[in-house]
Structures are given as structure tokens and as C-alpha cells.
Nanobody, 122 residues
Framework: QVQLVESGGGLVQPGGSLRLSCAAS????????MGWYRQAPGKQRELVAI???????NYADSVKGRFTISRDNAKNAVYLQMNSLKPEDTAVYYC????????????????WGQGTQVTVSS
């Protein structure tokens, strides 16, 4: 069993900051990429940021320069530092991880967290 749990969401004013955390636990052999997605009301889920096991990162154009993704491989954790938040950032943020649970095949499988609400409003 593998579980991903997010934390750190909340209500902030425009221009404020939040730091999201996601920790994976369970039968984990290794983790390939980890990332953050978000879904606003009436919108499709979109990629926010992704980081590989080697530390390579990619960001959505809308968050470049404001958000920073990082990971701690020893803790099977990924983080999202969000600065200069805008009302358009309001959404449920989901953590995703490509996880290998068996050495037999080394096949990765996507696992999702339950989501954490981020609301940016004055």
C-alpha cells in the first residue's frame, strides 16, 4: 500500500506565501518524478510543477518565478513553495508521484494525494 498525504494549504491574501508538503509512505522501492497539480472550480486539472529524481524541474508558465518545487528523497517528500500568490492560484492542489513498488519489473505507477485547498483572496 502506498499513500500520499498533502498539507500546508489555507487562506492567504494576494501577495502572500504558502508552503505545501507531500509525503509518500508505504511499500516504496523508489520514486521517479513527483509533481504538483491543481484544479480550480469549473476548470480541468493542470500541471503546476514537476521534479525528477535527479532534481530537474519544470513549471507551468503561470507560476514561473513565483513557485519553487523541491524534494527530499530521504523522506520521500516533495514541497511547493508558493510566493506572490494571486487570486488565480486558488484551487485544490494535488500531489502526484511515479512510484516503483517492486524490484521485479521496476515499473512506475502514478499515485495521488487527497488534495489540499489553497484560497487566495482579499
Amino acid at each position: 500500500q502506498v499513500q500520499l498525504v498533502e498539507s500546508g494549504g489555507g487562506l492567504v491574501q494576494p501577495g502572500g506565501s504558502l508552503r505545501l508538503s507531500c509525503a509518500a509512505s508505504g511499500s516504496i522501492f523508489s520514486i521517479y518524478a513527483m509533481g504538483w497539480y491543481r484544479q480550480a472550480p469549473g476548470k480541468q486539472r493542470e500541471l503546476v510543477a514537476i521534479i525528477t529524481s535527479g532534481g530537474n524541474t519544470n513549471y507551468a508558465d503561470s507560476v514561473k518565478g513565483r513557485f519553487t518545487i523541491s524534494r527530499d528523497n530521504a523522506k520521500n517528500a516533495v514541497y511547493l513553495q508558493m510566493n506572490s500568490l494571486k487570486p488565480e492560484d486558488t484551487a485544490v492542489y494535488y500531489c502526484k508521484a511515479d512510484i516503483v513498488i517492486t524490484i521485479a519489473t521496476m515499473l512506475g505507477r502514478d499515485y495521488w494525494g487527497q488534495g489540499t485547498q489553497v484560497t487566495v483572496s482579499s
